[in-house]
Structure formats: C-alpha cells, structure tokens
C-alpha cells in the first residue's frame, strides 16, 4: 500500500520590517503637510536673505541650505536623521569656509526636535551635539581667523574671546535642547495620566463586574432555592391538595418571571455600562419576606426601632442582598423551623440578625464573591462588617452597617 503524506503547511512568509521602521515616528498627514510648507518657507527665505546680505551664492552655499532645511523638515518624523543631515551639513560649511548665515537656525530645530522626541541615545546625542558644537563654533569663527591672521590679542583677551564664544554658542543650543527636554517632560506626563485614566477606567468596569456577578448569584441562588422549595411541596401535596398544588405552581411560576427580569436586567448592565436600572430597597423587602413565606417557611420580621427618613441607596441595597442571602440560605440549609429577621434603624447604623436552626452548615469556602463571602463583600462595600457561625445550635448572620458619614461600624458583632 502506498502511503501518501500531505505536505506540511508552508508558513506565510512574514515581511521583512522596513530599515527606517525604528527611526521614523508616526506623523499625521496634517503634521507632514505643515511641516513641508514650513520647509518651502524656510528654504526661500534662506536664499532670499542670503542675496540680502551679499552671501555667496555658489554650490557650495546652496548645498549648505540644502542640507540645513532637509535637516529641519525631518526633524520631527525623524530626529536621529535629522541630527545625521545637520552634522554633515554644518561641517560643509565650515570646510567650504561659508559664514553664518540664516539656515543655520534649523539647527536649534533640531536639537529641541532630539530631546523632546527622540529615543534615549538620541536625546543624549542631541545633548552632547550642543557642547560638540558649541567647541566647533567658537574654534571656527574665532581660534581660526586668530590663527589665520598671525596677529591678535594679547592672551588673557585671545583666551577670553574663546571662552565668551563657546560659552555664548553653549546657551544658545542648549536652551533649545533644554526646551525640547521640557517638552519630552510634559508629553510623557499627558501619556501617564492617559494610562492612568484608562486603569482607573478598567478597574471601574471590574468592580461594576464583581457587583453584577454578586448581583446576578443573589437573585438566581434564591429564586432557585424558592422554586425547589415549592416544587418538591407541590409535588407531596398535588394527591392530597390540588389547590395547593396549584398555589405552589403560581408562586413557582412569579418567582421565575421576576428572576428572570432581574437577570436580563443585569445582562443589560454588562452590554451597556450605563444602564444602572433600578435597584432592589427597603420597599422590596416585603416582596422578598412573601417569597420566602410562599415557600413553607415560617419567618418572623422584627424590625424595632424603624428607619427615620429615607437611609442611603447603598445601604438599603446592602441590607435587601445580605437578607436575599441569608434567607436563601435558611432555605436551603435550615431545619424546616421558624427563621427570625431583625432589623433595628439607629440614627448612625443599622443593626440586622437572621436565626434559623441548622440542618447542613452552610458552606463558607465558597468562591469569592457567592454565598458567606457574598454577603461580607456586600456588608464591606458600605463600610460595615459581617459575621456568620452556628450559636445554641441555630445558623445566625448577624451585620453592622453605618447609615451616616462618620458613622462606625461596630468593632465586634456581639452575639
């Protein structure tokens, strides 16, 4: 038998990067056009002021302008290339032995265009290029003509001449490197805040995540816990009682509906940020305590003293969710007896106990953000604090939540 291979797939070939990729930096369209009309205009007002001032106009000066004013045009698509066409076309000028002239100020462009953006060698480059420089200038138009002349000054004044020169010619390139340092300063602070502004962006969207995960467990976990609930009563009772059987199917068939409202309105809140919704209060309780009663259980609210006024959003959401749990989880794990809610409203805190006697402990090594840590996050979130354990042989949650600013949240939870 022939045994016949496929040949293996030829990876795509990649295309070589570019030799200037790594010294060009990404200019608009915009910046390349105005930086080519500011080279059109600096170009003829380079010639034009040299037939001004009488300058020669041979080759050897106009490839001086030349070279200065390609100098300045990729001054800032590329600083390193720049600096690479000034050098040349500063020593041409000096070998040709040109005077000063007008073009020469695209070298200050330049030397700003290294320090503010150009990659740390070029940045230093620029720098070192101001004091090389600024050694050249003073040797070119004073050491020179001295030598040049045979006669002079005597040598304190030669030696100041020189040093007056340098250091004049120093300052002058200096403070366009410096300049252009200050730049490179305040674009890197600009990005700083930017990266800054998207991390506080990203950890927003994180937490808002966490609060939709809590949310979306707390509403499933007992809906779930009520529909089982009646289900498996409707199920013992559909022989003997068929209208209870019935009810049990009704409130079965609510508590879906409403759960499932809950959880498409949470979905919204992940597709568009900016949808909040309305969120359960202290309004809704007596929805949550029926939807617990609807389910068999016998549960006693004690709610002394009540709340004076209308207590923060925050906290009314802390305590329906911390309740939704607690009562879930009495459904689920409780004994079948009696579940005791209180819930006292002082003027700085609100203080809230759920009891109910313990057939299977509850779970607390669930993951973060569900069930027993579910509820601590949510007490924290408001800067109060929660404790959950077994006490006389019945389950009790017990939670300190301060209503007020300044308001403290108890140090201990006492039993």
């Given at each position: ?18 030799p ?12 390349w ?6 080279g ?6 380079s ?6 001032i009488?300058s ?16 300045l045009?990729l ?25 000063p ?7 200050f462009?330049v ?6 953006y ?5 940045f ?10 600024a050694v050249a200038?003073a040797?070119?138009l ?9 006669t002079?000054?005597s040598?304190?004044?030669y030696a ?7 250091l004049?010619?120093l300052f002058?390139?200096?403070l ?5 340092a200050?730049t490179?300063?305040?674009l890197?602070a ?11 962006v990203?950890?927003a ?10 949310d ?6 007992h809906s ?32 879906a509906r409403?759960a ?6 949470l979905?919204t809140?992940l597709?568009?940020q ?20 609807a ?15 209308s207590?923060?959003?925050a906290?009314?959401l ?5 309740l ?9 794990h409780g004994?079948?007896g009696p579940?005791?809610v209180g819930l006292?409203?002082?003027?700085e ?10 057939a299977?402990?509850?779970?607390a090594?669930?993951?973060a953000?569900?069930g ?5 996050e949510?007490?924290?979130?408001v ?5 959950a ?27």
């Open positions: 038998m022939d045994r016949r291979t496929s040949p293996e797939p030829v990876a795509a070939p990649t295309r070589p990067a570019h200037l990729a790594g010294l060009l930096r990404e200019v608009s369209p915009t910046q056009l105005i930086d080519g009309v500011v059109a205009v600096f170009a003829l007002l010639f034009a002021s040299m037939n001004v009488g020669a106009s041979g080759l050897a000066t106009v490839a001086t302008v030349i070279l200065m004013v390609a100098a045009m001054s800032r698509v590329s600083p390193p290339i720049a600096l690479a066409v000034a050098w040349p076309g500063a020593l041409w000028q000096m070998g040709t032995g040109q005077p002239m007008p073009a020469n100020l695209a070298i462009v030397l700003f265009a290294t320090a503010a150009g990659s740390r060698l070029v230093w480059l620029g720098c070192a290029s101001a004091f090389v420089g200038i040797v070119y004073v050491v020179l003509p001295l030598v040049w002349t045979g002079g000054p040598v304190f004044e100041f001449t020189v040093v007056a020169a340098f004049a010619a002058a390139l200096m366009s490197w410096t300049l252009g200050l490179r300063s305040i890197r600009r990005e700083t805040r930017r990266a800054q502004r998207a991390a506080e990203r950890a969207e994180e937490e808002e995540r966490g609060r939709i995960a809590r979306m467990h707390d509403v499933v976990a779930l816990a009520v529909v089982i609930a009646q289900a498996d009563g409707a199920r013992y009772a559909a022989a003997a009682d068929p209208d209870a059987a019935t009810a049990a199917l009704g409130t079965i068939s609510q508590t409403a499932l409202a809950d959880v498409r309105l979905l809140q597709r568009h900016q949808g909040e919704g309305p969120q359960p209060s202290l309004a809704d309780l007596e929805g949550l305590y029926q939807q617990v009663r389910a068999g259980v016998d549960l006693r609210v004690d709610v002394d003293p009540a709340p004076t006024g207590p923060p959003a906290v009314q802390a305590v329906y969710r911390i939704q749990e607690a009562l879930t989880n009495a459904l689920r004994d079948g579940v005791d006292a409203w002082m003027p805190r609100v203080d809230l106990h759920v009891r109910n006697g313990v299977a402990e509850p779970r090594t669930e993951p953000g569900h027993l840590i579910g509820m601590r949510r007490a924290q979130l800067g109060g604090v929660l404790d354990g077994a006490e006389h042989g019945a389950w009790v949650v017990r939670a300190v939540l301060p209503i007020r600013a300044g308001g403290e949240a108890a140090e201990r939870i006492d039993g």
